[in-house]
Nanobody, 118 residues
Framework: QAQIVESGGGLVQPGGSLRLSCEASGTTGDIYAMGWYRQRSGNLRDMVAH???????AYADAVKGRFTISLNSAKNTVYLQMDSLKSEDTGVYLCHVLSQRGNTQTYWGQGTQVTVSS
């Protein structure tokens, strides 16, 4: 059974930094991409950053230049370094994992809360 375990959220002042981590285990097939989404109202989720096993990264425009995503493929762990945090970065951040063995499998973590407030 797959386990997606996130950590690193918390409360930080505007301008501060946080580092999120997400470790995946038990997925079906090889992981070929991991990333982070932010939960909006209802079941809507916005992509924050994503990275492939080959190292190609993509970012939402709102976080470019402030957030950095990295991947340790040997550990199936993705990191999100969040710098110069703003109040609008507040939300629940969910880890997203894509793996493949024949068909593509999608996995989500439970989410970790990030609150940016003075």
């Amino acid at each position: 059974q797959a386990q997606i375990v996130e950590s690193g959220g918390g409360l930080v002042q505007p301008g501060g930094s946080l580092r999120l981590s997400c470790e995946a285990s038990g997925t079906t097939g090889d992981i070929y991409a991991m990333g982070w989404y932010r939960q909006r109202s209802g079941n809507l989720r916005d992509m924050v950053a994503h990275i492939t096993s080959g190292g190609t990264a993509a970012y939402a425009d709102a976080v470019k230049g402030r957030f950095t995503i990295s991947l340790n493929s040997a550990k199936n762990t993705v990191y999100l370094q969040m710098d110069s945090l703003k109040s609008e970065d507040t939300g629940v951040y969910l880890c997203h994992v894509l793996s493949q063995r024949g068909n593509t499998q999608t996995y989500w973590g439970q989410g970790t809360q990030v609150t940016v407030s003075s």
